[in-house]
């Protein structure tokens, strides 16, 4: 069975900050796909990165890094310079189908401080 | 370019009562999914379509049923609504995920009483 968690139900970073969010994963399927969401408070998902489990480098989409750590079955976004628009909830969730379907986390409520 | 449609946006059923949400797709997209959000446990998938005609159950079937009779359209049904089915619901769907990811709707706030 797959399993995605993230253990930080809250996040806080003041305004242009760094921020990482963690994501672990269990699967025992060799092939596996990592995404990130983004879910503000109007409710809509919205997709913010994929990681491919053979792909070698790091995904990157603008201030949006995935910090994927295959060994350790790690998946941490790492938002850079962060903006108050980034305030939101955060979904880490992987596919081990080939699009058969989506495991999600509990998410990660990040809150940007000015 | 309208992507994933989920009618209604909300509803208020009673229990006993019956209902069906619609998910309609523009993007010629194989795979849609349903799933149901609640408070604390993120999204769960209830049941899914790798195609017209198909569908599969997912991690919370029960008291669920769907349809895929047409590629751009995935139906979910309660057939007789109880309070534990109050949720927010998410349809997607999905042509390649590992380049497109899954496109969501915007939701249907579902209050069953």
């Known amino acids: 069975a797959q399993k995605i968690t993230q253990t930080q139900p809250g996040m806080f970073v003041q305004e242009k900050e760094a921020v990482t969010l963690d994501c672990t994963y269990d699967t025992s399927d060799p092939s596996y796909g990592l995404f990130w969401y983004k879910q503000p408070s109007s409710g809509e998902m919205i997709f913010l990165i994929y990681?491919?489990?053979?792909?070698?480098q790091n995904a990157t989409e603008g201030r949006y890094s995935l910090n994927f750590q295959k060994a350790r079955k790690s998946a941490n976004l790492v938002i850079s310079a962060s903006q108050l628009g980034d305030s939101a909830m955060y979904f880490c969730?992987?596919?081990?189908?080939?699009?058969?379907?989506?495991?999600f986390g509990t998410g990660t409520q990040l809150k940007v401080e000015l | 370019n309208a992507g994933v449609t989920q009618t209604p946006k909300f509803r208020v059923l009673k229990t006993g009562q019956s209902m069906t949400l619609l998910c309609a797709q523009d993007m010629n997209h194989e795979y849609m999914y349903w799933y149901r959000q609640d408070p604390g446990m993120g999204l769960r998938l209830i049941h899914y379509?790798?195609?017209?005609?198909?569908?599969a159950k997912g991690e919370v079937p029960d008291g669920y049923n769907v349809s895929r009779l047409k590629k751009q359209n995935f139906l979910l049904g309660l057939e007789s609504a109880a309070p534990s089915q109050t949720s927010v619901y998410f349809c997607?769907?999905?042509?390649?995920?590992?380049?497109?990811?899954?496109?969501f709707g915007s939701g249907t706030r579902l209050t069953v009483v």
């Open positions: 969730a992987m596919d081990t189908g080939g699009g058969n379907k989506l495991t």
């Open positions: 379509s790798v195609g017209e005609g198909t569908t």
């Open positions: 990681q491919g489990s053979y792909d070698q």
């Open positions: 997607a769907s999905t042509r390649q995920p590992d380049i497109y990811g899954y496109t």
